[in-house]
């Protein structure tokens, strides 16, 4: 009964992914692509990626991005969860549905709406700031190597946060409230609630959150493409952009491409592996 699905799959996903392994070790640039023939090149690909400095660039940044982006996320996902599932608090069906607006944004058109956002010239930040009185000039967030990964981080975890609250929410809705009358009973603080109740009650959906989160913001793409394209300069750099730019822009080396998509799924591979067999130990009773 799964083999057609499971068939269907791997045409869609295995056969791609090792046919990106077969060109990683393969010369595959724009003359061979004109010609169809692609000469062994055995590990030069690798060779090249691990020589060049702009992958490491690119990789830290990537690091930096992963860690900031997930740590956002989950603090301000968990602090609106908390919010909306506090009985104290009255918040409509509409504004419920609001909160959920970002995560049906499609990541180029949120790029391009934070692009516009942050632009110096006539975005509506710097025009809000400016009404305010808390800057004094014009501010170029994405011309600024300092700025620029800043509202990158920005975009994505607007776009991404409502994924976490849908799963926080839906876990604080599975814990029992006879756990929070009993602490209430014994004089427990709301803190001391949270600490020793929700949190240790919550962990295995943060887990799962914190695993998935960081799998997707390593691949992390389309808000660099849409907002800084890699600059200013090779400020917001990833190893998602990296690989695109050495298969598809000049001089189109699909090769070199290919194996700095291989690693960057090799390392999220041992590192998801490595971070699922963290977390469940600690998940362990």
Do not use: C, K
Not at 237 to 262: D, E, K, M
């Amino acid at each position: 009964m799964n083999a057609p699905s499971g068939l269907w799959l791997a045409l869609i996903l295995a056969w791609p992914v090792l046919y990106a392994g077969w060109l990683s070790l393969h010369e595959v640039s724009i003359r061979q692509l004109r010609t169809g023939e692609f000469p062994f090149a055995g590990a030069a690909n690798y060779v090249r990626l691990f020589r060049d400095d702009v992958f490491w660039l690119a990789l830290s940044h990537t690091v930096v991005f992963v860690a900031i982006s997930v740590a956002l996320e989950v603090v301000i996902a968990l602090a609106i969860a908390l919010v909306i599932n506090d009985e104290r608090v009255w918040l409509s069906r509409v504004t419920r549905g609001l909160l959920l607006v970002p995560w049906g944004v499609p990541p180029v058109v949120n790029g391009l709406l934070w692009s516009f956002i942050f632009n110096a010239q006539y975005g509506y930040l710097n025009r809000a700031l400016l009404a305010l009185g808390l800057i004094a000039e014009h501010v170029n967030w994405l011309g600024d190597s300092r700025l620029a990964m800043g509202a990158v981080i920005t975009a994505y975890v607007w776009r991404t946060t409502p994924f976490n609250i849908l799963l926080y929410h839906a876990g604080l809705q599975g814990i029992p409230r006879d756990y929070y009358e009993a602490a209430e009973v014994d004089g427990a603080s709301g803190w001391s609630r949270f600490w020793r109740i929700t949190l240790p009650l919550l962990r295995p959906v943060i887990a799962v959150s914190l695993i998935l989160r960081t799998a997707f913001a390593f691949m992390v793409f389309d808000e660099i493409f849409a907002i800084t394209q890699g600059g200013p300069g090779n400020a917001t750099w990833v190893a998602a952009w990296y690989t695109y730019r050495a298969a598809f822009q000049p001089p189109f080396n699909v090769g070199l491409g290919s194996a700095s998509a291989w690693v960057m799924a090799l390392i999220l591979a041992v590192a998801g592996l490595a971070y699922a067999r963290l977390v469940g130990r600690r998940l362990e009773p």
